[in-house]
């Protein structure tokens, strides 16, 4: 029996046709489509109808492959929405979480009800686009959404919606909206009223590995299909993509690679603590009741841009083509801190790239090669910057690293990363969202125990490349280099 995962990223989403034979996972891509966010006068929304005609391109592309899946679910970036009024319809266009809509909202907050005060109740990051910093913008605009508001549901809730007509959060990215609060279980009634956004647009939230409705009459007659039954997975991407890192013991590191770099470790109780605020760490819900102990790292995100612009300019590069002019450009010229906010929205990368280094007196970079080597060597000393931060939060010492994710197709930067942090690499899967969501469809149909089953599976049924360190010389000095630039300091 196949099963099918939907997996949207921020600059694309792809949908896999998952299949168990014996103790092995064969997964298929069947449809890719670009996800092109749409600017309209100031603001930056995601381009919601689009993406859910692309959900039903999915549907019918395995229906012409003759296949009926047994179940379906869906994964996307965290912390973005949509309102449903009374009569059931979405009001107007959800944000992108790059928006400028949320600028200084944060502080003002913080100020407000209290940065302590927010981070025991939720234990999660401070990020200025999280979805409270996004309804209090929108309180703050006197948004007229918010009048003829009555549900709240973020974009795999909303998409499930649309397939289904049922209406349901669901936990790993509920938690990312900083609203929720994981030991009472439920969302958090104080930072709702906080902000002034009411409780009654709640719903239940369900656990990864839940039933959530089964495709509705009107699409499957629209679309010529059989019901299927919709499971809500670790909606949230980063929750699936942990989900499928190949790990065989308790204790293990992950890396997350894509637009965004998540790093850190899985825990069984949320880490709410001095340490962890200080950090700025975050507790995001997973598969089981776990957590991700982790913190967001700008990532690939500063390398597509500059490449979109190049790209606008009339130079186009492929990703492998920049990766072998980094590799001809000098080491360590110049060093950026990538999460440095200069780097979150859109536009200008290469200039604010240079305004960073003449603000810090590095060398200004200037070729494709020089622009592209800055980026990588700055995520893989960042990556050991956080990695020493996670032993530290966490109380552990990892041995090797896990890289999941699409980054991980960039050989030079899981090499520069094995190198950076001195200690082993290993790079797989590729597709983890994907593989993590078809893995929680197959718990909820009782076909693994649990996620560690899930993840001995997927470590047989994959191959995972390992990278062993080198040049450990090189990168320990510019390791303390960066560190400099970039005041990173361990107090
Ligand atoms: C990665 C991710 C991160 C989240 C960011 C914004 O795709 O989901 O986990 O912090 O996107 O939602």
Redesign the pocket.
Known sequence: MSILAYDL??SSGRVLLGRLTGSRIEVEEIHRFSNDPVKVGERLHWDMLRLYHEVQQGLLKAKHMGVNPSSLAIDS????FGLIGETGELLGNPYH?RDWHTHGVMEEVQERLGKEFIFQRTGIQF?T?NTIYQLAAMRNMSSPLLEQAAHFLMIPDLLRYFLTGEMYNEFSNAT?TQLYHPLQQDWDDELLSGIGIPRSWFGKVLEPGSVAGTIRSSVMTDLGIEAIPVIAVAE???GSAVAAVPALERSFAYLSC???S?MGTETAQPVINDDTLRYNFTNEGGVGRTYRLLK?IMGLWILQEVRREWERQGSSYSFPELVHMAEQAPAFTCLIDPDDELFLHAGDMKTRIRQYCRNTGQPLPETPGEVTRCILESLALKYRYVLELTERVSGQQFNGLHMVGGGIQNRLLCQWTANSIQKPVWAGPAEASAIGNLAVQWIAQGKFADIWEARRVIADSIAVEVYEPADSEAWEDAYGRFRQVARLFVH
């Not at 970036?77 to 973005?80: F, L, R």
Request: no cysteine.
């Open positions: 990223g921020a970036w965290a912390v973005d979480y990020l686009f990312s949230h991407d980063t894509g637009t965004w998540l967001n």
